[in-house]
Protein backbone atom coordinates (compact mmCIF):
# COMPACT_ATOMS: atom_id res chain seq x y z
CA UNK A 1 0.00 0.00 0.00
CA UNK A 2 1.13 3.44 -0.96
CA UNK A 3 1.47 5.85 1.85
CA UNK A 4 1.85 9.87 1.88
CA UNK A 5 3.46 11.99 4.30
CA UNK A 6 3.29 15.71 4.99
CA UNK A 7 5.24 16.57 7.52
CA UNK A 8 4.50 20.58 7.50
CA UNK A 9 1.23 20.62 10.13
CA UNK A 10 1.69 23.98 9.25
CA UNK A 11 3.15 27.05 7.43
CA UNK A 12 3.05 30.45 7.34
CA UNK A 13 4.61 33.06 5.02
CA UNK A 14 4.58 36.86 4.35
CA UNK A 15 2.47 37.90 1.36
CA UNK A 16 4.00 37.92 -1.81
CA UNK A 17 6.77 35.67 -0.66
CA UNK A 18 7.18 32.42 -1.96
CA UNK A 19 6.93 28.77 0.31
CA UNK A 20 7.50 25.72 -0.15
CA UNK A 21 5.49 22.66 0.63
CA UNK A 22 6.72 19.48 1.32
CA UNK A 23 5.47 15.73 0.77
CA UNK A 24 7.02 12.02 0.28
CA UNK A 25 5.28 9.43 -0.36
CA UNK A 26 6.12 5.52 -0.74
CA UNK A 27 5.61 3.06 -3.54
CA UNK A 28 6.98 -0.18 -5.41
CA UNK A 29 4.80 1.43 -8.32
CA UNK A 30 6.99 3.21 -11.16
CA UNK A 31 4.13 4.59 -12.68
CA UNK A 32 1.18 6.68 -10.65
CA UNK A 33 0.21 10.42 -10.54
CA UNK A 34 0.86 13.07 -7.68
CA UNK A 35 -1.64 15.48 -6.70
CA UNK A 36 -1.87 18.83 -5.19
CA UNK A 37 -4.86 19.97 -4.23
CA UNK A 38 -6.06 22.73 -2.03
CA UNK A 39 -8.97 23.33 0.57
CA UNK A 40 -10.14 26.97 1.77
CA UNK A 41 -11.76 27.49 4.49
CA UNK A 42 -15.46 27.50 2.80
CA UNK A 43 -14.40 23.44 2.63
CA UNK A 44 -14.67 22.85 -1.59
CA UNK A 45 -11.17 20.98 -2.78
CA UNK A 46 -9.84 22.16 -5.73
CA UNK A 47 -7.16 20.92 -7.58
CA UNK A 48 -4.04 22.43 -7.85
CA UNK A 49 -1.73 20.83 -9.95
CA UNK A 50 -0.66 17.39 -10.85
CA UNK A 51 2.21 15.43 -12.25
CA UNK A 52 2.52 11.92 -13.86
CA UNK A 53 5.39 10.16 -12.67
CA UNK A 54 6.73 9.34 -15.99
CA UNK A 55 7.43 12.51 -17.04
CA UNK A 56 11.09 14.21 -15.95
CA UNK A 57 9.82 17.96 -16.22
CA UNK A 58 8.16 19.18 -13.35
CA UNK A 59 4.15 20.96 -13.41
CA UNK A 60 3.93 24.32 -12.99
CA UNK A 61 0.74 26.22 -12.88
CA UNK A 62 1.15 30.45 -12.93
CA UNK A 63 2.55 30.88 -9.62
CA UNK A 64 2.33 27.30 -8.69
CA UNK A 65 4.87 24.70 -9.45
CA UNK A 66 6.92 21.41 -8.36
CA UNK A 67 9.83 19.91 -7.75
CA UNK A 68 9.01 15.98 -8.49
CA UNK A 69 12.07 13.81 -7.05
CA UNK A 70 11.01 10.04 -8.36
CA UNK A 71 14.02 8.40 -6.65
CA UNK A 72 13.78 10.01 -3.86
CA UNK A 73 10.04 9.88 -3.73
CA UNK A 74 9.49 13.60 -2.91
CA UNK A 75 6.80 16.02 -4.64
CA UNK A 76 6.98 20.09 -2.79
CA UNK A 77 4.71 22.57 -3.92
CA UNK A 78 6.45 25.93 -4.28
CA UNK A 79 3.78 28.67 -4.12
CA UNK A 80 5.37 32.27 -5.72
CA UNK A 81 4.01 35.61 -5.05
CA UNK A 82 1.82 34.33 -2.24
CA UNK A 83 -1.86 35.66 -1.82
CA UNK A 84 -3.98 36.31 0.56
CA UNK A 85 -6.00 33.87 -1.29
CA UNK A 86 -3.67 31.13 -1.35
CA UNK A 87 -4.79 30.49 2.90
CA UNK A 88 -5.62 26.84 2.95
CA UNK A 89 -5.76 23.35 3.75
CA UNK A 90 -3.12 21.90 1.36
CA UNK A 91 -3.46 18.16 0.39
CA UNK A 92 -0.73 16.15 -1.23
CA UNK A 93 -2.24 12.63 -2.84
CA UNK A 94 -1.44 9.75 -4.94
CA UNK A 95 -2.61 7.54 -7.61
CA UNK A 96 -1.44 4.49 -8.63
CA UNK A 97 -1.63 4.01 -12.96
CA UNK A 98 -5.21 3.07 -14.50
CA UNK A 99 -3.75 0.11 -16.49
CA UNK A 100 -6.10 -0.87 -18.81
CA UNK A 101 -8.97 -2.72 -17.22
CA UNK A 102 -7.94 -1.72 -13.90
CA UNK A 103 -11.07 0.18 -13.11
CA UNK A 104 -11.29 2.56 -10.34
CA UNK A 105 -8.64 3.73 -7.43
CA UNK A 106 -9.13 6.24 -5.03
CA UNK A 107 -6.82 8.78 -4.24
CA UNK A 108 -4.38 8.02 -0.86
CA UNK A 109 -3.90 11.41 0.77
CA UNK A 110 -1.50 13.13 3.42
CA UNK A 111 -2.71 14.53 6.69
CA UNK A 112 -2.60 18.10 4.98
CA UNK A 113 -0.20 21.18 5.95
CA UNK A 114 -2.66 24.31 7.30
CA UNK A 115 -1.08 27.43 4.69
CA UNK A 116 -1.25 31.03 6.68
CA UNK A 117 -0.71 34.20 4.67
CA UNK A 118 0.43 36.90 6.52
CA UNK A 119 -0.37 40.47 5.40
CA UNK B 1 -16.19 23.22 -15.40
CA UNK B 2 -16.94 20.13 -13.66
CA UNK B 3 -19.67 20.13 -11.36
CA UNK B 4 -20.14 17.92 -8.06
CA UNK B 5 -22.90 18.47 -5.99
CA UNK B 6 -23.74 17.34 -2.80
CA UNK B 7 -27.65 16.85 -1.51
CA UNK B 8 -26.53 18.76 1.82
CA UNK B 9 -24.19 20.82 3.41
CA UNK B 10 -24.61 20.00 7.23
CA UNK B 11 -26.92 17.31 8.67
CA UNK B 12 -27.54 16.43 12.28
CA UNK B 13 -28.88 12.68 12.96
CA UNK B 14 -29.76 10.82 15.71
CA UNK B 15 -27.63 7.68 16.91
CA UNK B 16 -29.40 4.45 14.98
CA UNK B 17 -31.17 6.39 12.29
CA UNK B 18 -30.34 5.35 8.57
CA UNK B 19 -28.48 7.85 6.64
CA UNK B 20 -28.64 9.02 2.99
CA UNK B 21 -25.82 11.10 1.67
CA UNK B 22 -26.25 11.73 -2.51
CA UNK B 23 -23.77 12.95 -4.67
CA UNK B 24 -24.23 13.90 -8.30
CA UNK B 25 -22.07 14.82 -11.01
CA UNK B 26 -22.57 16.25 -14.24
CA UNK B 27 -19.53 15.46 -16.41
CA UNK B 28 -20.28 11.93 -17.42
CA UNK B 29 -17.51 11.40 -15.21
CA UNK B 30 -17.00 6.90 -14.84
CA UNK B 31 -15.63 6.84 -11.40
CA UNK B 32 -16.99 8.22 -8.19
CA UNK B 33 -15.80 8.07 -4.69
CA UNK B 34 -16.51 8.64 -1.08
CA UNK B 35 -14.21 10.12 1.54
CA UNK B 36 -14.70 11.24 4.93
CA UNK B 37 -12.21 13.72 6.33
CA UNK B 38 -11.15 14.20 10.13
CA UNK B 39 -8.68 16.07 11.82
CA UNK B 40 -5.42 15.47 11.38
CA UNK B 41 -6.05 11.79 9.66
CA UNK B 42 -6.54 14.23 6.07
CA UNK B 43 -8.98 12.07 3.84
CA UNK B 44 -10.08 8.51 3.52
CA UNK B 45 -11.47 6.53 1.15
CA UNK B 46 -15.01 4.70 2.36
CA UNK B 47 -16.41 3.39 -0.54
CA UNK B 48 -15.71 3.89 -4.96
CA UNK B 49 -17.59 2.83 -8.26
CA UNK B 50 -16.51 2.60 -11.68
CA UNK B 51 -19.75 2.38 -13.27
CA UNK B 52 -23.31 1.44 -12.60
CA UNK B 53 -23.97 -0.98 -9.64
CA UNK B 54 -20.12 -1.52 -9.63
CA UNK B 55 -18.74 -1.06 -6.19
CA UNK B 56 -15.52 -1.62 -4.47
CA UNK B 57 -14.01 -1.02 -0.98
CA UNK B 58 -11.86 1.26 0.09
CA UNK B 59 -9.71 1.87 3.05
CA UNK B 60 -12.49 2.08 5.85
CA UNK B 61 -16.02 0.97 4.64
CA UNK B 62 -16.89 -1.03 7.92
CA UNK B 63 -20.19 0.82 8.56
CA UNK B 64 -21.73 2.43 5.43
CA UNK B 65 -22.61 1.14 2.15
CA UNK B 66 -23.17 2.66 -1.21
CA UNK B 67 -25.98 2.23 -4.06
CA UNK B 68 -24.99 3.53 -7.25
CA UNK B 69 -28.05 3.14 -10.25
CA UNK B 70 -27.52 5.89 -12.17
CA UNK B 71 -24.12 7.06 -13.60
CA UNK B 72 -24.10 10.70 -12.24
CA UNK B 73 -25.27 9.95 -8.63
CA UNK B 74 -23.46 7.84 -6.16
CA UNK B 75 -25.09 7.51 -2.77
CA UNK B 76 -23.54 6.79 0.58
CA UNK B 77 -25.63 5.36 3.55
CA UNK B 78 -24.90 4.36 6.95
CA UNK B 79 -27.34 1.70 7.60
CA UNK B 80 -27.36 2.67 11.93
CA UNK B 81 -25.60 6.17 11.96
CA UNK B 82 -23.23 5.87 15.28
CA UNK B 83 -21.42 8.89 16.89
CA UNK B 84 -17.97 7.95 15.71
CA UNK B 85 -19.35 8.47 12.20
CA UNK B 86 -19.85 12.04 12.98
CA UNK B 87 -17.43 13.64 10.19
CA UNK B 88 -16.92 15.67 6.74
CA UNK B 89 -17.78 13.32 3.80
CA UNK B 90 -16.45 14.50 0.39
CA UNK B 91 -17.62 13.00 -2.78
CA UNK B 92 -15.23 12.75 -5.73
CA UNK B 93 -15.47 12.10 -9.98
CA UNK B 94 -13.38 11.44 -12.87
CA UNK B 95 -13.16 10.20 -15.82
CA UNK B 96 -12.07 6.02 -16.26
CA UNK B 97 -8.38 6.51 -18.16
CA UNK B 98 -5.11 7.78 -17.76
CA UNK B 99 -3.18 11.12 -18.37
CA UNK B 100 -4.60 14.24 -16.85
CA UNK B 101 -8.23 12.87 -16.61
CA UNK B 102 -7.49 10.39 -13.70
CA UNK B 103 -7.81 13.99 -11.26
CA UNK B 104 -10.62 13.64 -9.31
CA UNK B 105 -13.32 16.80 -8.55
CA UNK B 106 -14.53 17.62 -5.25
CA UNK B 107 -18.11 18.12 -3.89
CA UNK B 108 -18.56 20.67 -1.24
CA UNK B 109 -18.82 18.04 1.62
CA UNK B 110 -21.51 16.97 4.17
CA UNK B 111 -21.25 17.78 7.58
CA UNK B 112 -22.46 14.82 9.55
CA UNK B 113 -23.29 15.38 12.99
CA UNK B 114 -24.27 12.24 14.97
CA UNK B 115 -25.83 12.73 18.48
Known amino acids: AQTVTQSQPEMSVQEAETVTLSCTYDTSESDYYLFWYKQPPSRQMILVIR??????QNATENRFSVNFQKAAKSFSLKISDSQLGDAAMYFCAYRSYPYLGGGADGLTFGKGTHLIIQP | DVKVTQSSRYLVKRTGEKVFLECVQD?????MFWYRQDPGLGLRLIYF???????EKGDIPEGYSVSREKKERFSLILESASTNQTSMYLC??????????????FGPGTRLLVL
Open chain 2, 27 to 31: MDHEN
Open chain 1, 51 to 56: QEAYKQ
Open chain 2, 92 to 105: ASSFLGSGGSVAQY
Open chain 2, 49 to 55: SYDVKMK
